[in-house]
């Protein structure tokens, strides 16, 4: 329900609980057609809204912040209570591209047995844009010269940056390279958000933001940021700092952890 705690985890196979539960909920998304759907929330990013923040810009106003990161960080948090609205227990699943340097297998069929798979494209209308928009979102993975997706060492030093202000613009940095490799209307901000995996690759970066608060806190972000207002989610960048108060933790995987048998007589003190 709405509100729980939930995990992230990395994206697996269409047959794993967590990705079975994430693509039923998409599923159900996709069939609203009002503003609770999955392409509503879409347009949110580019077109028709243009709420999106990227390198300190907003066509909303001639304001410059960084408000790339606590921005995103609030849109997947709409996105996954929405979902969680429709299938108790939905998450975002996250794709780590350095461990997987592929569309993660999910995503990359058309259908999964007899169904569409929600998670392969989507049908994009927009007749307020200019001109209106009417097409399926596509990809061109890995085909656009000089494009690479990052690598581990590149993220390890990435995450060693200890300056939020650094470790903010190289982040996004890594970021376009993504949407570039993956090509198609991933490369569009108009559309980018329109395609499925923008998300998953979205959640990704907002790991390697909650990785680096992990290390680092909070410090060393602007004090004048933290009331600013991300629209349209009635959230400031200090309402988005703390995941769990969002209701979701980030895990490597849903593997249990083994704990040791209790010794018999002994104590738990």
């Known amino acids: ?18 990705m079975a539960t994430f693509i ?14 999955y392409n509503h929330i879409a347009g949110f990013h580019g077109a028709p809204d243009w709420f999106c923040w990227h390198h300190q810009q907003s066509r909303r106003t001639p304001l410059q912040a960084r408000l790339f990161l606590p921005w995103h960080r609030a849109y997947l948090w709409w996105l996954e209570q929405s979902l969680q609205d429709l299938v ?12 997987q340097p592929a569309i993660p297998g999910a995503f990359a069929p058309r259908r999964l047995g007899t169904a569409a ?13 200019s001109p209106p928009i009417r097409h399926r979102t596509v990809r061109r993975a890995g085909t656009t010269p000089g494009a690479q997706l990052p690598l581990a060492d ?23 390279q993504v949407h570039v490799w993956v090509g198609g209307d991933m490369a569009d901000i ?17 790991r390697l933001w909650y990785l680096w608060q992990v290390r680092y806190g909070n410090g060393g972000i602007p004090a004048e940021l933290l009331d600013e207002p991300l629209m349209p989610f009635n959230k400031t960048t200090a ?6 108060r969002l209701g979701y933790e980030y895990a490597a995987s849903a593997a249990p952890i083994p704990m040791p048998a209790p010794v018999p007589g002994g104590s738990n003190g």
């Open 1 to 18: 329900m709405t509100g729980s705690m939930v995990y992230r985890l990395p994206v697996g196979d269409a047959s794993a609980p967590h």
């Open 24 to 37: 039923q909920a998409m599923t159900a998304s996709k069939a609203i057609s009002d503003n609770r759907g």
């Open 88 to 99: 108790a227990g939905a998450s975002l699943p996250y794709w780590d591209w350095v461990a």
């Open 117 to 129: 798979n929600p998670l392969f494209s989507t049908q994009v209308v927009v007749p307020t844009a």
């Open 154 to 176: 590149e993220i390890t030093q990435l995450l060693d940056d200890s300056d939020w202000a650094s470790f903010s613009d190289r982040v996004e940095d890594f970021h376009d």
């Open 190 to 206: 108009t559309t980018a958000a329109y395609d499925p995996v923008f998300f998953a690759h979205h959640t990704m970066i907002d």
């Open 239 to 244: 309402d988005v700092l703390d995941v769990q």
